[in-house]
């Protein structure tokens, strides 16, 4: 523990209703990692990052993700499948005994903070079971220089015991696992599962409820880069989608790949002060920055080796499709510093459709923006939630429900006027399938969609022909530099013209339905957006 505000930092410790433990108080990366080995819970891979297993979870348990229902949040947040209620009574007792579990152990505490254009900072600090949690914190969250550790005074708390199993009948909990969050306590409150991601995404989701309702301030799921001349691009999408590999590019700085907000005064900024890619099949090749981000400090989770070598083997799934790591942002060369843009000249929404309708990239209208923005249509990928193993369509409001604690209108009425002001031109990328579903088309190459996103922000795509998709209305280039010209159009992909027409409409059916329960928001442009089923289907 640091000399300087030894005292201080055991008081807090304590004031958090942990008792005698012994505290590690922001250790360097180098140390947490060191601890880790030296403790079992993790390897030292070829690339000198470390490796370890999160256990039971690889991903997201979302059935197992509570908000504390309050004065607060009862009549603000969105309540259902999505944001499940958790009585304040039951949030207290189970702190305590999750504070009990921790006293009189060794753990590890950190303090940091959130969002980068300093108007909005949040300070965080961050209590863990495990050191290599600690070290996804150190990676994620932003990092405060060390004379402003010394007065720091956090406005939320995250508290992470993956060792601590709750008790259903006792606890009010779903399962022996859960992530919970209390806006009044300003804590979240993680449990029985070793997923890093929970924590990341726990205070993101405090962020989305904070920003949009009290800051007036888009929250966003999303990445976002910046072009030599200052121009700002956001990629929406859910995991799997490729944001973090898209904004991930050599031409244009990278301001962040997950989370970010957009002000009144049209700024754009990060939350957080790393990067959780997915490295499934990564190869130099395909993402030279991910790859070469792969270094002392990264953590890698759930991947296996090469034999009976330390190289991580990234083709490998045998303990999930969601192998992941963790680096702090200054690991990627070409970074904006700070992590703050000027208004998005172009947005791009990233959807991973297994079902191989969707063109690779189409122009989107104000209204068409706004439908599937709010539809938020995409697969989700095999592993970034427990029991997904292979794309499965689904719809998620804003293209980050699962991270939404407001209505989604909410969400896209901000988004739809932060749009008119700037006047962006928005595109919807299919990263997904082409020429068949999945199992039967393939999966649309990187170099293509790179080279198609590419040609958007260079404004190459302004003086082409386009042809509206005969189903969902959306306006196809004809051509685009370094693409072959037979992919733009989805149709001419398939062997089988009407098995594509069968397809589009079961497409635009899903859709629809989905779309059903925003109706009565939607304004007549956005209705317009809507794809069009035809009576014989």
């Given at each position: 523990m640091q000399e300087n505000g030894l005292?201080?930092?055991m008081s807090s410790i304590e004031?958090?209703?942990?008792r005698n433990a012994q505290v590690h108080w922001n250790l360097p990366s180098e140390d947490l990692a060191k601890i880790s080995v030296e403790k079992g819970m993790a390897q030292e891979t070829s690339t000198g990052a470390i490796t370890v297993h999160t256990g039971e979870f690889t991903g997201r348990s979302?059935?197992?993700?509570f908000i504390v229902k309050d004065d607060i949040t009862a009549d603000a947040v969105w309540w259902g499948n999505i944001n499940i209620p958790f009585e304040p009574a039951k949030f207290d007792a189970l702190y305590d005994r999750v504070a009990d579990y921790l006293s009189g152990k060794e753990i590890y505490a950190r303090d940091s903070y959130v969002c980068a254009d300093p108007k909005y900072r949040t300070n965080v600090r961050v209590v863990t079971e495990y050191p290599w949690s600690n070290m996804f914190c150190y990676n994620m969250f932003l990092r405060p220089e060390a004379s402003e550790l010394k007065d720091f005074n956090p406005e939320w708390t995250v508290v992470c015991a993956p060792g601590f199993m709750a008790v259903p009948e006792r606890d009010g909990t779903r399962q022996h696992n859960f992530a919970i969050l209390n806006f009044k306590r300003k804590i979240a409150l993680i449990g029985g599962t070793g997923y890093t991601g929970e924590m990341k995404k726990g205070i993101f989701s405090a962020l989305n409820f904070i920003l949009p309702h009290q800051k007036d301030t888009l929250a966003m799921h999303c990445s976002a880069n910046m072009g030599k001349n200052g121009d700002t691009a956001i990629f929406f999408g859910l995991s799997g989608t490729g944001k973090t590999t898209l904004s991930a590019d050599p031409n244009r700085r990278l301001i962040g790949d997950d989370e970010h907000g957009w002000t009144s005064e049209n700024t754009v900024f990060n939350f957080e002060g790393g990067c959780y890619a997915k490295?499934?099949?990564?190869?130099?090749?395909?993402?030279p920055d991910i790859w070469k981000a792969i270094k002392p400090g990264a953590l890698l989770e759930n991947i296996t080796f090469k034999?009976?070598?330390n190289v991580p083997d990234y083709e490998s799934n045998k303990i999930t499709e969601n192998t992941r790591v963790s680096y702090p942002i200054y690991h990627i060369d070409n970074i904006?510093?700070?992590?703050?843009?000027?208004?998005p000249k172009n947005i791009f929404f990233l959807t991973c459709d297994a079902s191989g309708v969707l063109p690779p990239i189409s122009k989107l209208t104000p209204?068409?923006?706004m439908f599937h923005f709010i539809s938020g249509y995409t697969a989700k990928v095999a592993g970034t939630e427990a029991?997904?193993?292979?794309p499965t369509s689904a719809f998620s409001a804003c293209f980050g429900a699962p991270f939404m604690p407001l209505h989604p209108t909410k969400y896209a009425e901000m988004l739809g006027e932060k749009m008119q002001k700037a006047g962006v031109d928005v595109w919807l990328i299919n990263t997904g399938w082409s020429g068949g579903v999945y199992g039967v088309g393939s999966r649309i190459k990187l170099k293509f969609t790179r080279a198609m996103i590419t040609a958007a922000l260079e404004g190459q795509l302004k003086e082409v022909g386009y042809t509206t998709h005969e189903v969902f209305g959306l306006a196809m280039p004809n051509e685009c530099p370094n693409v072959p010209t037979e992919i733009l159009h989805p149709k001419n992909t398939w062997a089988d013209k009407e098995a594509y027409d069968a397809e589009a409409q079961k497409l635009a059916m899903k859709f629809n339905q989905n779309f059903e329960k925003f109706e009565e928001y939607a304004s007549e442009d956005i209705l317009a957006g809507a794809p069009k089923v035809s009576v014989n289907h």
């Open positions: 005292k201080s930092s004031n958090l209703g942990i979302p059935k197992d993700r490295v499934i099949d990564l190869t130099e090749e395909k993402e034999g009976e070598t904006q510093e700070p992590s703050v843009g000027a208004n209204g068409q923006a029991g997904i193993t292979e």
